[in-house]
T-cell receptor, first 116, second 116 residues
């Protein structure tokens, strides 16, 4: 199947700094990418949907100024956690969809963020 | 809104044992149902799916039947292997989500450990 890669897989940062996580579709063009957050022993919570070349659509309760999402090309979306705080520590997962609206989703390996 | 409830883990089985992981859902309309698997250190992968009532999804010896009357999509495998050790997620999408905002709603995940 298609491959989606996230980088970095783990990142530790100090409180107040910003962290960027990349999500790349390696062998297909992703018209839509999704960013999820997963807390321990919890389900994946959709944070936002991004379409190439347009602004991301954020889910209710997600701060768009804190979680900046950019989908500048058909193979790359980035999530930037701005002014990170310990409560932002979590596992962030991206997924990408090629083609039509009901196409299969392909998931990245996830990125674990720890904010000290 | 949509929701997915799946069996709490962890589940520990011996090799060749029978596996059932329960999943029930609440949704409007006619959702599609999915099981995703996440092996250690990897991203989520689609295991199987069913798009309408009474459909049976199957893959790698796993099966799940879309039961509209009981709003369930239980995952089963007749004889598990050590290599099946992973986290399993039940998920649904609403057919009426449509467009570029095709979204998945996930259960919390069930950790399966198979011992030799």
């Amino acid at each position: 199947g298609a491959v989606v890669s996230q980088h970095p897989s783990r990142v530790i940062c100090k409180s107040g700094t910003s962290v960027k996580i990349e999500c790349r579709s390696l062998d297909f063009q992703a018209t839509t990418m999704f960013w999820y957050r997963q807390f321990p022993k919890q389900s994946l919570m959709l944070m936002a949907t991004s379409n190439e070349g347009s602004k991301a659509t954020y889910e209710q309760g997600v701060e768009k100024d804190k979680f900046l999402i950019n989908h500048a090309s058909l193979t790359l979306s980035t999530l930037t956690v701005t002014s990170a705080h310990p409560e932002d520590s979590s596992f962030y997962i991206c997924s990408a969809r090629a083609g039509h609206s009901t196409g299969e989703l392909f998931f990245g390996e996830g990125s674990r963020l720890t904010v000290l | 809104g949509n929701s997915v409830t799946q069996m709490e883990g962890p589940v520990t089985l011996s090799e060749e044992a029978f596996l059932t992981i329960n999943c029930t859902y609440t949704a409007t309309g006619y959702p599609s149902l999915f099981w995703y698997v996440q092996y250690p250190g990897e991203g989520l992968q689609l295991l199987l799916k069913a798009t309408k009532a009474d459909d049976k999804g199957s893959n790698k010896g796993f099966e799940a039947t879309y039961r509209k009357e009981t709003t369930s999509f239980h995952l089963e495998k007749g004889s598990v292997q050590v290599s099946d050790s992973a986290v399993y997620f039940c998920a649904l999408s609403s057919v009426h989500s449509g467009g570029s905002n095709y979204k998945l709603t996930f259960g919390k995940g069930t950790l399966l450990t198979v011992n030799p």
